[in-house]
């Protein structure tokens, strides 16, 4: 056979195979040497990004539809008991939303704060997540809400039971949520029960996270909740992040090894929201948007 | 045409094999997952050298950075190279008994982790546990069952 494509001709070969190589590895180089330097490539992602969502919404199709048929088919005596549960929660919502409403009257009184009455969040944008990524090297969720929707670069992102990350990539439909439990990210938090502040790094392993940086006499126990200091500029203080899940004191160290447990329950959310607050709030983030960059350890 | 055939299995296969690549899975599953994309370039590089070459790898290893958000260039350079060795020794690995095929690929599979492994340490990413090489020796377990598609592809050709 004289098939071209697949001709065993060893003497009329086209370009050499070593020659190829090396112009793709030189091609490689660069676009690897341009997209560390500089942001050119920034806006290629963008669009690339664009067009692999649908592959994204393609292959976590199979796993939503699968949640769906659960959801659909589930028993009635677990709906009765789901609802239930429902409604005790919802009571003491309301139990807790009277005290709150209450709490935030006697604060405005005291501090005569004119903006006290108003919470930090100014708007909220729910996002169901697409596709995630939880492994040792990357956390990550890519939801369906981008720059279209106005979502911004190192914008704050929780979920329903506390401090889920912030938007490390930001495409036209779509973005690229870092967790807080990926190994590259830190968020500064402070210890609920005594108000000392810290850095809370991830660990690569879902929902785990590491606080490395406190003194071996630091007043911290197993239980304690972890919430964001406000100190960053990306996270607004308050919210919780994590409660303690281990302390280790060895004498060989200088430094407590405390674990902490994320309170969101970062391998199973589906549904997040992106924040916007007040920046005029007290407990805004302080100097927003210029330590955007700084806040993913390079 | 036998070479236009093949190119369209060249193309379907690739596009399965990134699928069930990037695929979501459970996070311990996801950790075994066999490297498909990386075994679907060698397969095509020691078979068919002259269709899908060293640019297939390049290819498949761009769409695999671009999928996965790392920087651009890392999959790229490693499975450009994975191509580029299989093609110079495609005439003798894929006459060797399947053994000895397996333990190529098991290298280069070493070769192509070791090289992104590299590359995320440069530019200053996490390099990741022990885990991350789990797929090396997982990719090659899925050799042997490439046989008789081999032997199918080489009946093609001839």
Known sequence: MNNPATSRNILQRGTPAGLRFFGYALLALALMWIDQRSGWLNSTRFALQAIAYPLQMALASPANAWQWT???????????????????????????ALRRADLERENRELRDLRLAAADVAERWLTARVIAEEINLLRQRYTVDRGAMHGVFKGQAVISGGGLVGQAL???????????????????P?????????????????AGELNLPLLPLQTDIREGDLLVTSGLGGIFPAGYPVATVRSVRRDGGSPLAQVQATSVARLDRDRVVAFLWFRVTHPAAPAAASSAAESRVMP | MIAASMRRRLLLSTLIAFVLQVVPLPVWVAAARPPFAVLVVLFWSLIAPRIGGVGLGFAVGLALDVYR?????????????????????HLIIRNKPMFEQTVFVALLLLACEAITWAIDGFTGNTTGGWLRWLPVLTGPLLWPLTASWQAAENRARR
């Open chain 1, 189 to 205: 938090v402070q210890i609920a029960r005594t108000g000392q502040r810290t850095l809370a790094l991830g660990t690569g392993r």
């Open chain 1, 169 to 187: 990539r930001v495409g036209p439909w779509s973005s690229e949520i870092i967790l807080i439990a990926d190994p590259e990210h830190a968020v």
């Open chain 1, 70 to 96: 659960r959801e659909t088919f589930e028993q009635r005596a677990t709906l009765q008991q789901q609802n239930a549960a429902l409604r005790a929660r919802i009571r003491e919502l309301e139990l807790l």
């Open chain 2, 69 to 89: 958000g790392v920087v651009f260039g890392q999959h790229a350079l490693a499975l450009g190279f994975v191509a580029y060795v299989a093609i110079r020794q």
